[in-house]
């Protein structure tokens, strides 16, 4: 079983930054691609952007393309969404996803997290 908890979300004015974490609990942790999406309410899932296992691919969705950017640490079990020049529209709940490979078109991941608030004001 993969667990995944997010941390991070928070209220932070336009332009500003913030930093997700998803940490995972469960073995091979390298050995999962981890996706980030968001959702509001009445809009469906989004997606944001993947990293592959091993950290050396990433792909991202043209919205948040040159001010998001997802890294990863392996020894920590943990994958990070760094939010740069944050705008309102961001504002969503942010989940972040593991599926065993690597895949820029994929919309189905194994395993979930609870989902952590972003609040962009303007």
């Known amino acids: 079983q993969v667990q995944l908890v997010e941390s991070g979300g928070g209220l932070v004015q336009a332009g500003g930054s913030l930093r997700l974490s998803c940490t995972v609990a469960g073995r091979t942790f390298s050995s999962y691609a981890m996706g980030w999406f968001r959702q509001t309410l009445g809009k469906e899932r989004e997606f944001v952007g993947i990293i592959s296992g091993s950290g050396l691919s990433t792909h991202y969705a043209d919205s948040v393309k040159g001010r998001f950017t997802i890294s990863r640490d392996n020894t920590k079990n943990t994958v990070f969404l760094q939010m740069n020049s944050l705008k309102p529209e961001d504002t969503a709940v942010y989940y972040c996803?593991?599926?065993?490979?690597?895949?820029?078109?994929?919309?189905?991941?194994?395993?979930w997290g609870q989902g952590t608030q972003v609040t962009v004001s303007s």
């Open positions: 996803a593991a599926r065993r490979i690597f895949d820029r078109t994929a919309n189905f991941y194994e395993y």
